[in-house]
């Protein structure tokens, strides 16, 4: 299995290359040449299996001959053991055809657990035999920082530099993030949003001699390890419900829109998946975008669900490839209109091919909180802000077709847009409880790529 760029520009490279590679030399973003389909009968054997099983039937196609049947399997194991819940992605009914997909299980709470506690064992096993050393660069909205931290934390061979938006994450995220007492652990605040700090990550890939000189990996959503360990819960939630002998569609609350491109690769490998609605929240691009056909940029505005404060969603580019007929100059070409104005046209075959698959919906930063209430009102249910926008569009989607919408954090990250919308401030599990005891280390920084590359050069040795 080969990995091309969706610029069409930057060498081909085997999964292990693109894992540790994450952005490609031209800018773009690796996806498999071809996307490999699951039988209807593999797909329905899923029914019943553990969550690790199905992962590894969903992802053994891609990894080629990265490791062996054996080793992978272990991997697998291993990233998933630690999850507080057996089931790891539990599926909860909400209403008639409505149901929730929680995946906020993992040792963060939120879903970035799923991709990055795996590659975290992938970059290990991957690093251990080869004996190379990697400086991982993230940018967060909140999530991905701390779930990236407590996946390399401690590592011999890994330095990991979060960036993260100074002053516009939840407090839990901050805490998660600056709390690590690990040497190789960087959390940086950068002033600026988040789009400040996805552009310096991007700007730092484009260098070539500084990424060489670091090895700069990346373990955003850029990275496609990261979007293929999230391909496993679309089908393990739709096999539950009754898959491949019926259809679902999904809901995803959506910022950089890897979550969603996951489950868009899914209904590619052969899971029958209808629709893929986005849910967006007042930082509305990819909302705008669908209805309009501009692909637009804006200033990012501050909401109660951090993370999904995005203006420049990275993996809307890989949609794009394939709505583009994956012409690689064609999305080039989009991709260099929106650096130099801020904003692109996609053509009308793209965007009709877009529309067969995505729908979308955007809310308010009151209709989210009213959606946390009415939820926790009408099932019990105590949703997190990103989860809320997810149920809020979901709910004016629902049809004949099952619907299952994404859960992607726990409430207690955000304890005080879910306490403003109920009244209830969710605690955090115990192992968490002492988090705001914790001594913090941050090193607060401005949107100077000069000086953050002197930093990462000081602290790595490189
Ligand atoms: N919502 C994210 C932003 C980064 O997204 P990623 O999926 O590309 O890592 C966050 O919480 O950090």
Known sequence: MKYISTRGAAPELSFEQAM?????RDGGLYLPESVPSLSHAQ???MAGQSYEEIAFTVMKPFIGDTFTDAEFKTLIAQAYAGFGHDARAPLKQLAPNHFLLELFHGPTLAFKDFAMQLIGQLFQASLGRSGERVTIVGATSGDTGSAAIEAFRGLSNVDVFILFPHGRVSEVQRRQMTTAADANVHALAVDGDFDTCQGLLKDMFNDFEFRDRVRLAGVNSINWARVLAQVVYYFSSAVSLGAPHRKVSFTVPTGNFGDIFAGYIARQMGLPIEKLVIATNQNDILHRCLT???????????SISPSMDIQVSSNFERALFDAYGREGAAVAQVMDELKST?????????LQALREVFTSGRVSEAETSASIKTTLAQSAELLCPHSAVGTAVAVDHLGATPMITLATAHPAKFPDAVEAATGIRPALPPRMA????????VTRMTGDLAALQALILERTGA
């Open 43 to 45: 797909i329905a054997a």
């Open 434 to 441: 002492d988090l705001f005891e914790r001594e913090e280390r």
């Open 20 to 24: 540790l590679t994450g952005l490609a």
């Open 292 to 302: 309009t056909g501009v692909y637009q940029t804006d200033k990012v505005h501050p």
């Open 342 to 350: 801020g904003a692109f046209t996609v053509s009308q075959g793209a």
